[in-house]
């Protein structure tokens, strides 16, 4: 297959980073009480413009729990769960694409002294190190990046990136749910629900540093 021009390769990178400077150029007339209204007007495509949203957002690196914060918030504590976790999928997704195509072989990543261990790593154990990496408190942009510079292929990085999204997911869309509940009608009726989140999120902690730990063993 033919590699892409470097003007063609280049040209979705210099639209992204146009976002990225619009995003941060007009960062004080967006704030969390509008967001929610807006996806809310959309009525029954609010969940398909959720998705969209985080696609786009996580080009530019805005973080997968914010998101289902927004989620949980949106769509309820159980409702949120499958829309936090399209999100996670779309947002990772976008972003693989984009390192994918940007790149179509100009770079070599196993040449790379750092990376390239890393990438061979990845590359072997497929979609399982995918879920691996999802579940370290690691930066989303840079794991979708380095794995859209592997070999790996999208089936593997899309099963990965869902069974490793879904604790964060159920965390924080239940935390952000509890929370719309607890600005709404009082701490006083948000303590159950914040107690379950805070539990789910305990949880998530301990998985976490213990697939660290294995990973570094």
Known sequence: MERPSP???????????????????????????????????????????????????????FPRWAMALVAGALFGAWGGIPWA???????????????????????????LPRVGPWIARAEAGGWRTVAILRLLPLPGIAVNIGLGLSAIVYRQFALGTTIGSLPHSVVFAKLGAAGLIAAQDGMAEARVPLAIAAVLGVAAVALSFTVRKRVRA
Not at 85 to 99: E, K
Request: no cysteine; hydrophobic share 65%; glycine share 10%.
């Open 7 to 61: 003007i063609l390769r280049a040209l979705p990178v210099a639209l992204v980073a146009a976002l990225a400077l619009a995003a941060y150029a007009n960062r004080d007339a967006w704030d969390a009480q509008s967001f929610l209204a807006l996806v809310e007007s959309w009525g029954a495509f609010a969940g398909a413009g959720f998705v969209l949203i985080h696609a786009l957002v996580s080009l530019v690196g």
């Open 85 to 111: 976790l399209a999100g996670a999928l779309a947002g990772g997704s976008s972003v693989f694409a984009l390192a994918r195509f940007a790149n179509s072989g100009a770079i070599v990543p196993h040449d």
